[in-house]
């Protein structure tokens, strides 16, 4: 092993690993840092059918169908008014979307990374990030130092480099989602996800390769908190007074509790630092699940981000220039976001409750405060909110 790697990549999910395997293929050492070893369930089961050009660029659409997904025939939503809607993935142009393990597909991607060329450390968490020469030195919490020239962050929506060099963020919302699986279900006639607004946020629904079924109710933490919505009892009434949701559920048994991961829209922005550091995904952007997005904008910002990236190692002279450019693509991709969030919300004018009055549409976004410690602050209810799950990016 090189004993200063050309690329730290902190974070194994879909943006740190496509990141990687692109910085690999082009001849770069790169060492792959994940905290888990794949072996946790991860939210967002659910991907565009546009995801396939993407995985067809990277070279991984074989082992794509090698994961034997579930094709995603397209959506029904009961949105702006009760009737439900149908929109066919047909008219794509791909024929279909895909419903996925995703824990699966993530080890998929990091596998791929691997044999381009990319070390991959699995059950190894960064727990520090400093300056070493022209280079940095992570330390990792197993007590072993990883030195780089370059250093990406990939560590979702948490974005723990970012933070932890000094980038800002501005949190635009509180969403949390709720999510349960249910086992036993029929999904066969099933291949389509389900989105149905309701009075406290709206509801996700979506089938998993096999007989099961993922839901999530999607609302903001200070509701979840003041609902008790952690809570089998409160999350099951709220479910059925989502009656299209509820009926195509049914009776199927519950495999665990409600558990919380946050959704907030954030934007992690780095402003008047040289250094050769990038963040990707999540961590530069992560947006509301509705957008259906989460995964495509993972794979098309790890294009740019391996870009940039080798841009900073061929020429460090040119970093300023390199990282402003990449950070204004970023700030108009988040530009871009909000303006579709705030239609999408504003489609809904049928309940009159604190999420919805919230969305209503604005002149411009106003940023919730980041400490948790403040009212009205993303982590309202902190204690019972997976904040640093990477998975609760893309539910569509």
Do not use: K
């Not at 249910?182 to 099933?190: C, I, L, Q, R, T």
């Not at 839901?215 to 903001?220: F, I, Q, R, S």
């Not at 402003?271 to 509705?290: E, F, K, N």
């Amino acid at each position: 092993m090189p004993s200063t790697w050309d690329a730290i990549v902190v974070g194994g999910g879909p943006a740190g690993a496509a990141t990687a395997l692109r910085l690999a293929a082009t001849g770069r050492s790169v060492a792959v840092l994940e905290r888990s070893r794949f072996d946790r369930p991860r939210v967002g089961e659910t991907l565009a059918p546009l995801v396939r050009p993407l995985l067809e660029d990277l070279g991984v659409w074989e082992r794509f169908t090698g994961l034997h997904p579930l094709p995603s025939w397209g959506t029904r939503s009961v949105w702006a008014d009760p009737a439900p809607v149908e929109h066919s993935h047909l008219v794509s142009g791909y024929a279909c979307g895909w419903h996925v393990d995703r824990r699966a597909f993530d080890r998929m991607l990091a596998d791929a990374a691997a044999s381009a060329g990319a070390h991959l450390w699995t059950g190894t968490a960064a727990v520090g990030c400093r300056p070493d020469g022209d280079a940095w030195l992570l330390a990792c919490a197993d007590g072993h130092a990883v030195r780089g020239r370059l250093v990406v962050d990939a560590t979702g929506r948490r974005a723990g480099i970012s933070r932890a060099l000094g980038a800002g963020r501005s949190t635009f919302d509180r969403l949390v989602a709720l999510a349960v699986r249910w086992d036993g279900v029929d999904v066969a006639e099933e291949q389509y996800l389900l989105l149905e607004a309701a009075a406290e946020g709206w509801w996700y629904t979506a089938p998993l390769p096999g007989a099961g079924m993922v839901g999530m109710l999607m609302t903001d933490a200070d509701l979840c908190r003041e609902g008790g919505l952690h809570a089998s009892a409160p999350w099951r009434d709220r479910l059925s007074a989502a009656a299209v949701t509820a009926a195509r559920v049914g009776a199927a048994p519950l495999r665990s509790a409600p558990r919380a991961h946050s959704a907030a829209s954030q934007r992690s922005r780095r402003a008047g630092d040289p250094r050769p550091w990038l963040s990707v995904g999540d961590a530069a952007l992560s947006v509301d699940p509705l957008t259906g997005s989460g995964v495509l904008r993972a794979l098309r910002t790890a294009e740019s981000a391996a870009d940039a990236a080798g841009h900073l190692l061929d020429r460090p002279g040119s970093a300023g220039t390199v990282v402003a450019r990449y950070e204004s693509a970023r700030d108009d991709e988040c530009a871009r976001y909000l303006a579709d969030h705030a239609r999408h919300y504003g489609d809904v004018r049928r309940f009159a409750t604190p999420f919805w009055r919230r969305r209503r549409p604005r002149r411009r976004p106003d940023p919730v405060r980041s400490d948790p410690s403040a009212p009205g602050a993303t982590m309202w209810c902190r204690e019972q909110v997976d904040e640093e799950d990477d998975g609760a990016r893309d539910l569509r």
